[in-house]
Every structure is written in structure tokens, then in C-alpha cells.
């Protein structure tokens, strides 16, 4: 489990209002401390990860949430520059999608992603869905330091 008195570090990278509005809803009452960073698009994410521009002093994130149809770049090519990535490739990333077509699932392990979840439909599992994907990576999993 994360140290009490430091936030953990999240990239969000979505860019439906209404999908970051659940996850800040989700996460809203958190036993753990989080700083959540959300990038709307996928040549944002990119910038934040590597340090582009107005994100010269961005935090490393200790996981990333990826939705894979994204404007600008796509969530594959995101995944995809964080896995080739040698100081980027050992953080987790999480897909969360809409879909959940064979073809993109299977591209998105192929690329390395450390989970692929489908977005739920209704509003509480949306709710419970996010909350257990933190529990996990930051409760029951070990991440590397």
C-alpha cells in the first residue's frame, strides 16, 4: 500500500466529461491519497509522459487509466510510446473501453497493457469497477518503486 502521506500519482486519459466526472466521483472519498492528472486527448498524454512543453515538471504517474478511442493520437499509440518507453514501460496501464472487440483487445495486450477493462453501462458498477481497479493496483498489488 501507498505511503499515507504521499499522493499517489494517476493519469487519466479520456476524453469524455462524463467518464472523467465517474472516475473523480469514484475516487472521491478514497482511503488513499491521489493526485489524479486527467489528459483529454492522446498527443496530451504523450506530452505529459514524456515531459513535453507546459508539462516540463509532470510527475511521473504510478498508473495510467487508457481509453483507446481517443482524439489527436489513439489510445494504442499511447500505450504503445509507454511501453517502448525504458523509464516508462514498468508502469501499469489500465485500458478502459467501450469496446470490447477481439481484435482490440488482443492489439492492446499485444502492446504490453496490463489490463483491459470494458466500460460498465450502468452507474453503480461504473462506480464499483473503478474502485476495485485501485484497490488492486494499490492495495493488493506490488508496484515497482
Known amino acids: 500500500m501507498p505511503n499515507a502521506t504521499t499522493p499517489v500519482e494517476v493519469l487519466l486519459v479520456e476524453d469524455n466529461p462524463g467518464d472523467i466526472r465517474l472516475v473523480r466521483e469514484a475516487l472521491r472519498d478514497s482511503p488513499i491519497p491521489l493526485n489524479l492528472t486527467v489528459a483529454q486527448d492522446g498527443q496530451e498524454a504523450l506530452d505529459f509522459l514524456f515531459r513535453v512543453g507546459p508539462h516540463g515538471n509532470a510527475r511521473r504517474p504510478q498508473l495510467i487509466l487508457l481509453d483507446l478511442n481517443l482524439p489527436k493520437r489513439s489510445g494504442h499509440e499511447v500505450l504503445q510510446g509507454v511501453k517502448e518507453d525504458a523509464e516508462l514501460r514498468t ?55
Request: glycine share 2%; proline share 5%; aromatic share 10%.
Open 91 to 145: 508502469i501499469p496501464v489500465v485500458i478502459v473501453s467501450s469496446t470490447g472487440a477481439r481484435e482490440e483487445v488482443l492489439r492492446a495486450y499485444r502492446l504490453s497493457a496490463n489490463c483491459y477493462v470494458r466500460k460498465p453501462v450502468d452507474l453503480d458498477t461504473t462506480l464499483q469497477t473503478i474502485r476495485d481497479i485501485f484497490n488492486y493496483w494499490f492495495d493488493r498489488a506490488t508496484l515497482p518503486a
